[in-house]
C-alpha cells in the first residue's frame, strides 16, 4: 500500500522538481522576466505529488491560482510550464494564460484557475463525463482552504453527492486565504468535518507526510473507482512563500515562517523517513537533487532565450473556427 | 490645496463619511487582513492598501473581513442597505462580478422598483478594474458595460483623485446601490483634493479639454490618454473637446450630444470589449439623437473582442491604446462624404 523503492524516488523527484521550479520562478520574477501575478505551491509539494501517483494520465485534475505544483505532479511539461510563465511563444497556453492559468489539458490537467472556488463546480463536470462514458476516470479538484468556503464549492460538492460521480475534493488548507486565517474564515474550523453534511466521506492528512498523503490518496481514488461516489480530503500544510510573491506576510507571526519552513518541509521530512525505512540513500537523493537542478536550469535558460508570442495571434483561438 | 493620490482620496472620503454617519460599513475580503493570524491586523487594508488605516479607527464591527463568498458579502451588502446600513461592499476585483452578479442585479438593483417604491437599497459596491497589469484573462476584465445595462444599478468611473473623493462621498449617500468602478491604474496618481468634504453629482460630465474639432468621450483610465492625445494634436492645430462622463448611468447625454453638435466628429474611448459596450452605447445615442450635426462616422476605441491574454505584447494589442486613439481622430478629421 505504501511507496515502495521506486515510487518513493519518483515522488521525491516531482517534489523536488516542483520546490525548484517555484524558486527558480521566484529569482525570475525578482528580475523582472516574469509578468503578472505569481503565487508559489513551495511546501505543499508532498499533495499534489501523493495525489497525482495515483491518478492515471486520463483522469482529471482541476486547479487554483496555485497551480504549478499541480500542474508538474500531473505530469506537465516543465520547459512549457517555464515559457508560459515567462509569456513566450511554446507555452503550454499559447503565451495567452500565465502562471495562474498554467494547465496541461492533454495529461488531465484542467487549468488552474483565477477565480476562487471556480475549480470544484468543474471537477463535477468531469467527473460526469466519466460516469456518463462509463470510463473509470476520476476528477480531482485541488481547492484551498479559501475556496473551500465559496458557494459554489457547496454547490459542487452536494450536486456530486446527488449525482454519485467519482470526484474528490481534496482541500489543501495552508491556514490562510490571502491575508486572513483558516481558522477565523472557515466557520466549522475543520473542512473535513463539513463533507458528512454534504453525505460524503472524508480523510484528514499531514499534507508535509508524502507517505501519508500517497495512502490516504489511494485511499480516496479507490473509492471513487469503484462507484462509491464523491469524497473529500483535508490535507493540512502550510505556505513557505507569501500569497503571492511580494507580499510583505505582515499578518503572520514573528518567525513563523521560519518555523515552519523547518518543521514542516516536505522535502526534509520524506529524505529523513526515507532514510530511515531504508528506501533510499543520501546519494541517491542528492543525485536527484542534482539532475532536477540542472533540468529547472536548462528549462528557465530556454524560456528566457524563446521569443513572445506573435501579435497576429492576438484573435487566434476565440472560437473554434475563424469568426 | 493638498496634492492626494487616488487610492488616499478614496480612503478619505470613506473614513470620513464613517465618521459623520455611523450606519457606514465596509465589507469584503481582506479589507483589513490578519484577522485570526498570528501577524498584525489591518495587514492589507484591501489588496491595493485603499481601507487601510480604517479597521484602527473603526473597529471590527464596521470594517468587516469576510471569508471568500462574493455572492454572501453582496448579498448581505444589499440585505443590511434595505434594513438600515449604508455598506460599501468590497469586489477585489471586477472580473469576480461572474460569482456574485445574482446579489447585485437580481436583488440589489431591483429592490425599490418590484417591491413598489417601499424599499432601497443604499450601497455601493467598490471595485477595481483595468488591464495591463498582465493579471491575465480573469484578473484584468473592466465589466462596466455589464452593471450599465441594468435598470437601478448606478455605476461610477472616477478617472482622477479629486473627482474619486467627491464621487465616493455621492456614492455612499445615493440611496440606490452604486458600482464605483476603480481603475487599477490609477491609485498611484495624484492631483489636489480638498481636505473637506464635497460631492460631485451623477450624470454629469467633466471637460478635461475644450476644442472645435473632433470629440472624444473616454471612460475610465482612457480619458487620460484620450488627453495625453488631445494634447499632443493640439500642437498641430487640432483642437478636441475631451469628456470624461464619470458616470455611465446616469449618462451625461446632453454633454455628449451639444460638444458634437458644435464638432461634427466623435470618437468614444473605451477598454471593453467592442460589442454591447459603453462606446457602442453613446454612439448609439448620438447616432440617434445627434445624426444631423455629424459630418464623419462615429469611431469606436476599443479593447478586441477576446479575452484578455497573458503575454504583453498580446495584452498591449489588446486595450486601446495612444496610437489607436490618434489614428481614430485623423480618420473621422480626413473623412469625405
Ligand atoms: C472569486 C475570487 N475571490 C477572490 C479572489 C482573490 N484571491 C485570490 S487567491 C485568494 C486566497 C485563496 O485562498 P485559498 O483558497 O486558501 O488558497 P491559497 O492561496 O491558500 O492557496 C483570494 C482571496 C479570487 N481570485 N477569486
Ligand atoms: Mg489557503
Known sequence: MSLDKEQFLQAYRTMRTIRDFEYRVSDEFGKGNIPGFLHLYAGQEAIATGMCMNLDDDDYIVSTHRGHGHCIAKGGDVGDMMKEIMAKQGGSCAGKGGSMHIAAVEKGMLGANAIVGGGPPLIVGAALSAKTLGTDRVGVSFTGDGGSNQGTTFEAMNLAVVLKLPAIFLFENNGYGEGTAAGYAVGSKDIASRAAAFGMPALKVDGADIFAVYETCKKAVKHCRSGKGPIAIEASITRFRGHFEGDAQAYRGKDEVKRLMKEMDCLVIASANAIKKKLATKAQLSKIDQEVAAYIDESARAALAAPGPDVSELLTDVYSSPY | ?337
Request: glycine share 8%; proline share 5%; with cysteine.
Open chain 2, 1 to 337: 490645496m493638498p496634492i492626494k493620490t487616488y487610492r488616499q482620496a478614496i480612503n478619505e472620503a470613506m473614513a470620513q463619511e464613517m465618521r459623520r454617519d455611523s450606519t457606514v460599513i465596509v465589507i469584503g475580503e481582506d479589507v483589513a487582513g490578519g484577522a485570526g493570524c498570528d501577524g498584525d491586523r489591518d495587514a492589507y487594508g484591501g489588496v491595493m492598501g485603499v481601507t487601510k488605516g480604517l479597521f484602527p479607527e473603526f473597529g471590527e464591527s464596521r470594517v468587516i473581513d469576510t471569508p471568500i463568498t462574493e455572492s454572501a458579502i453582496m448579498g448581505a451588502a444589499a440585505g443590511a442597505a434595505q434594513t438600515g446600513l449604508r455598506p460599501i461592499a468590497e469586489l477585489m476585483f471586477m472580473d469576480f462580478l461572474g460569482v456574485c452578479f445574482d446579489q447585485i442585479y437580481n436583488q440589489a438593483a431591483k429592490f425599490r422598483y418590484m417591491f413598489g417604491g417601499k424599499a432601497q437599497c443604499p450601497m455601493v459596491v467598490r471595485t477595481m478594474a483595468g488591464a495591463g497589469l498582465r493579471g491575465g484573462a480573469q484578473h484584468s476584465q473592466n465589466l462596466t458595460q455589464m452593471v450599465t445595462m441594468v435598470p437601478g444599478l448606478k455605476v461610477v468611473c472616477p478617472t482622477n483623485a479629486y473627482d474619486a473623493k467627491g464621487l465616493l462621498i455621492s456614492a455612499i449617500r445615493d440611496n440606490d446601490c452604486v458600482i464605483f468602478v476603480e481603475d487599477k491604474f490609477l491609485y498611484e496618481t495624484s492631483c489636489e483634493v480638498p481636505d473637506e468634504m464635497y460631492t460631485i453629482p451623477f450624470g454629469e460630465a467633466n471637460f478635461l479639454r475644450e476644442g472645435t474639432d473632433v470629440t472624444i468621450v473616454g471612460i475610465s483610465n482612457t480619458v487620460n490618454k484620450a488627453v495625453a492625445v488631445a494634447d499632443r494634436l493640439a500642437a498641430e492645430g487640432i483642437s478636441c473637446d475631451v469628456i470624461d462622463p464619470r458616470t455611465t448611468s446616469p449618462l451625461d447625454e446632453e454633454a455628449i450630444i451639444e460638444s458634437v453638435e458644435t464638432t461634427g466628429r466623435l470618437v468614444i474611448v473605451d477598454e471593453m470589449t467592442p460589442r454591447c459596450g459603453i462606446a457602442a452605447d453613446i454612439s448609439s445615442i448620438v447616432a440617434e439623437k445627434a445624426f444631423g450635426a455629424l459630418r464623419a462616422p462615429i469611431r469606436k476605441v476599443t479593447a478586441a473582442h477576446s479575452p484578455i491574454p497573458f503575454a504583453p505584447a498580446l495584452e498591449d494589442a489588446w486595450m486601446p491604446q495612444e496610437s489607436d486613439i490618434e489614428a481614430a481622430v485623423r480618420y473621422v478629421l480626413g473623412y469625405k462624404r
